[in-house]
């Protein structure tokens, strides 16, 4: 079986330290290459991590930021499932220790009726 691989997409550092703290800096540099963007589509693609890019995207953002694809996406190894994750899946609360504590069970008692 061979391994599953996920990234880290670094956008947002690299536009630290390129001097640009703003996502609505990179809005003008795509559309002098021809790619117009809403500032809250500028905005997921820097804050978030893109499950989606479009090449032309792609090749515009390494021209901008002068950078190597590398710099941008870092292929790491998948740990579990990706995307959410409950503590009962083994997620964030899980490695603390939470995800190993279990409601108690209510008792009902006659006494109050």
């Known amino acids: 079986m061979s391994a599953r691989l996920d990234y880290r997409w ?22 002098a290459r021809g790619i117009s963007l809403s500032t809250s589509q500028v905005y997921r693609l ?11 995207i792609l090749m515009a953002l390494l021209d901008i930021l002068d950078c190597q694809m590398g710099d941008l ?8 499932s990706r995307g959410k994750t409950s503590s009962a899946a083994g997620g964030p609360a899980a ?14 008692s ?4």
């Open 73 to 80: 996406i870092e292929p790491v190894a998948a740990t579990g």
């Open 110 to 113: 006659g006494a109050g009726q």
């Open 95 to 108: 490695e603390t220790g939470v995800g190993d504590l279990r409601p108690r069970r209510a008792r009902i």
């Open 10 to 31: 670094h956008l947002r550092q690299v536009m630290a330290d390129r001097g640009m703290f703003s996502t609505t800096d990179l809005i003008a540099p795509l559309v």
């Open 46 to 56: 820097v804050v978030e991590r893109p499950e989606r890019l479009s090449l032309t």
